[in-house]
DNA sequence: ATTTGCTCTGGAGTCAGCTCCAGGGGGCAT
DNA sequence: ATGCCCCCTGGAGCTGACTCCAGAGCAAAT
């Protein structure tokens, strides 16, 4: 095989793959439903990825993994397609986004409250059956 | 109607439902897949939910808001059955939980990064339209 | 006595987000 | 030229977690 600029610049699907965590069905699902830009083909008919997708990839993978639903990312991938007019909606997007996000990390942490609690009645029964009683 | 101690310690699940947050449907589905045990009924064969089964709902949802699939919860409520003996393993099931979800935090913090940046990109891009050269 | 409002059961439907599959290449190692 | 491995498309299938519905009961209000 001869090795070739688009083979280290534009990975295959696969490559990316292993690159992101994501699987290859999930990155052409991801393309099929307009969340990434139809990615070119290269003569085998086969997806070569530019930089310029692997960095879309990259912020909707954090927009995923920060909870943001799908929906929401279409809306920002529609904005993009607005042009740069759209520039403050997707600031406006992101920052609201940051925001919720800031929110979930601090109710989660209330929520582990609870769940140390219930930890602490766990430790304290198992203190209690090697220990049962020093004054009996 | 007449007030009985049953009507002010035994609420039903519409008032559940309003206290908790979860809808009917949902506090009955829990039921039927064995997360909560199957609640007492009164005369009128409608729900009467018992302080002990309020204390398990609540644990159930901090459970749940902190990303614990119902399977996990399920393995939770089977060592409850099993009785003071899986102790033991009811608090490293919980504390396994808590540490995912402490990294999950931390996860989530390092996910905003990217999203800051991007953030920050967008901010400046509005800067320039506002200024575009103090030097022209 | 009828309407209103909550509840019941059991089963079906929904939605998000993937994941799998059939049927068909291309290219390279043996 | 025969595998083998990765890739293609389009559509179907799956899982988790609810959510809705039909058909019925009881009880307080009008």
Redesign the interface.
Known sequence: MKIDASMIDRPTIGQVSDLVGLSPDTLRWYERIGLLETIPRDAARQRRYRALDLDRL??LI??R??GMPLTEMHEYVALIHGG?GT??D??AL??S??RR??D??A???Q??V???R??DR??N??ED?NAPSHAG
């Open positions: 990259e912020l954090k927009m993994a920060t740069p520039r403050p997707r600031l992101l920052e986004h940051r996000t800031l979930r990390i109710a989660l942490q929520d582990l609870v769940i140390d219930k930890i766990y430790r029964f198992l059956d």
